[in-house]
């Protein structure tokens, strides 16, 4: 079976999720081929067959033309540079002749569906998160999802919530499936934990729905309130300076350390040596949501014990037996208390915690068994 995938960037450093799909469905016997319009990351994550199409540059005469035609109301409805792109689409299709396309994200799925239509190739579209949560709060995407749904074979999403969020958004319940975002468990071998939790761990961009500065303030009232901890911070983006700055007026230096972005392996290593996870995710003003954060795979395979928040799909991830590490929203004093109680915990307990979030990683988050399902979810559709 030859499958064709479509991301409009292959791939970014934030998405391992999907090169970890694509390399997995390859063990499964899939012949798989990237179309993307950036390649990425080509050193650290080679694949040989990506296929480049450059988007049409904004001042290309036809995409002007398209500009103008919907300002008269007499064109596509749709962005100036869609159907140019379809065009290519539909070339490459007709050179690979794939037997199904994978698009990865919501805004991917709606600029191929008509084309796997028209070319009458079966089409899955896998949704992560802020494509089911700050996009479909738009009326121009509410209105292009629509017709996805009638264009997709199969929606695959990361997590019950999820699935009911699409749902609500129209899309049958028949066409959707879960998939785990999952990784290769191989890479984060379990470390026991052997003393008590003074290092805690952040690793994500530096964003509103990632939390940054929750997570600073939750370990500054752990602190205040007896526990001695320092927080290792791991990731750049929007929110640094602000956080950097709350660090230093704060006088906190001493105790949360911001090393900015670091590459996968540097993470794996601070992995190793971290005594516990913190990741206090929450709804963004924007509306941008989590799915499921890749980095809990990551630390609770690794055998960290994570607190962390009931936020979108992430009470999933978490082996029921830890939900005591949950937080509300946005709730420091909370947060807090879970650090405290993790702290304070007897290395049994502490033990307990690891090895049952590194079971629930290989129960239900590895790769290979999620690549599994998507291979399977190709048959279906390809058959029927």
């Known amino acids: 079976m030859r499958a ?3 991301r409009k960037e292959f791939s970014k450093t934030s998405e391992t999720f999907i090169y970890e799909y694509i390399r997995g469905l390859e063990r499964q016997g ?20 990506v296929h480049i199409l450059k988007r049409p540059s904004r001042w290309h005469p036809r995409r002007v033309g398209n500009k103008v035609r919907a300002a008269l109301g007499i064109g596509g409805v749709g962005r100036s540079a869609w159907p140019q792109m379809r065009e290519q689409f539909r070339s490459l299709i007709e050179d690979l002749s794939p037997d199904v396309i994978h698009a990865h994200f919501g805004p991917s799925g709606v600029l191929m569906g008509p084309v796997s239509q028209k070319k009458d190739v079966p089409l899955v579209v896998t949704f992560y998160g802020y494509d089911v949560s700050r996009l479909a709060q738009k009326a121009f995407w509410k209105e292009r999802y629509n017709d996805l749904w009638e ?70 009232t752990a602190n205040k309130k007896g526990a ?29 350390k911001m090393h900015g972005r670091l590459s996968n392996a540097d993470v794996a ?18 509306g941008d949501r989590e799915g499921t954060p890749t980095v809990l795979v990551e630390a609770q395979a690794t055998g960290l014990p994570c607190v962390t928040t009931r936020h979108a799909g992430i009470p999933e991830m978490i082996p029921m037996e830890n939900h005591d590490l949950l937080s509300p929203e946005g709730d420091i004093e909370s947060l807090a208390r879970c650090l405290g109680k993790l702290s304070s915990s007897s290395i049994n307990e502490f033990v307990k915690k690891a090895e049952k979030g590194r079971k629930k990683m290989e129960k239900d988050f590895e790769v290979s068994k999620e690549a599994n399902k998507i291979a399977k979810t190709y048959g279906e559709i390809v058959n029927k």
């Open 4 to 6: 064709l995938h479509y």
């Open 30 to 49: 899939v012949d798989n081929h990237v179309l993307t319009h950036r390649r990425a990351n080509e050193d650290s994550r080679p694949f040989p067959k």
């Open 151 to 220: 264009q997709a074979d199969r929606v695959t999403v990361l997590s019950e919530k999820m699935k009911a969020e699409v749902e609500r958004m129209g899309c049958p319940l028949s066409k959707v499936k879960i998939v785990h975002l999952s990784r290769d468990l191989d890479q984060f071998p379990f470390r026991e934990p052997e003393g008590p939790v003074n290092n805690i761990l952040f690793v994500g961009r530096l964003t509103p729905k990632k939390a940054p500065l929750d997570a600073v303030r939750a370990v500054q």
């Open 228 to 256: 001695d901890l320092t927080l290792e911070m791991v990731g750049d983006g929007p929110m640094y300076e602000e956080v950097e700055t709350y660090v230093d007026e704060q006088n906190l230096v001493g105790d949360v």
């Open 269 to 286: 290593q601070r992995m190793q040596k971290a005594d516990a996870f913190l990741l206090p995710s929450k709804t963004a003003p924007s």
